[in-house]
């Protein structure tokens, strides 16, 4: 019903190896080994494009060996050389940016560009049960993203830590510091098709579903989204 994350120029998820690896090209990745955090995921789509892109034949594509990896573990787990690429986003990102010796192969933002990549979902009873419910919800995400865009970073950064503190969880409001944005495409977060459809169109040329089992325009809508009520999705 409505995005709440995805890739731009401050959010995104990177490929990296460590600055003395040898690895350059797409075609190098062969018989190597990608740290991720899951499978069947962004990440693992996100290789599978670049690869594609590239001219990597399938076949020649599943010779890159996923391994899942706590995302915590990531940067050690290269530094260490027990996985040839990590994949590495938000803090986790530019911490290891800060520490030095690692170099980016690519980026999910350098291969789509700027995209929504992960919506909020409601079950369809939900929201014929309670479309005002939902509606508020929606409106309201969507207007804090809105205001995170056009807000200036400090700013955004203190509200964020006047939340977290203000809810009394004894929770560190240290990683706060390297927010940068939501990476959320469209105004108001508003799903576009084609942000949908990119996961549709790799579930099925991987063999997951067959092309064309999912529809789309079926399984999103912007009906809740305050002044987004005419682009629906369904």
Do not use: C
């Amino acid at each position: 019903v409505i995005s709440y994350y995805g890739s731009d120029k401050a959010a995104y998820n990177g490929f990296y190896v460590t600055r003395s690896s040898l690895l350059r090209s797409p075609r190098d990745l062969i018989g190597k080994k990608v740290g991720m955090n899951t499978l069947g995921a962004h990440h693992e789509a996100m290789l599978d494009i670049y690869l594609k892109k590239h001219g990597l034949s399938r076949a020649e594509a599943e010779r890159v060996e996923r391994i899942v990896v706590p995302p915590v573990n990531t940067e050690q787990t290269l530094r260490r050389e027990q996985i040839d690429v990590a994949v590495l986003g938000g803090i986790l990102r530019d911490k290891a940016l800060e520490t030095g010796g690692v170099r980016k192969l690519f980026s999910d933002f350098e291969l789509r560009g700027a995209f929504s990549a992960g919506t909020y979902v409601f079950t369809q009873r939900f929201l014929e049960q309670n479309p005002r419910t939902a509606g508020t919800f929606v409106t309201g995400v969507g207007k804090a993203l809105d205001w995170s865009r056009a807000t200036p970073r400090d700013e955004v950064v203190a509200r964020m830590k006047e939340i977290v503190e203000r809810r009394g969880r004894n929770e560190s409001t240290d990683p706060l510091k390297y927010w940068q944005s939501f990476g959320v495409a469209a105004p108001g977060g508003r799903i576009a098709a084609d942000e949908l459809s990119v996961w549709s169109d790799w579930l099925a040329d991987r063999g997951d579903i067959k092309a064309g089992q999912v529809r789309v325009d079926e399984v999103y809508t912007n009906e809740f989204n305050g002044g987004g009520r005419a682009a629906k999705g369904r």
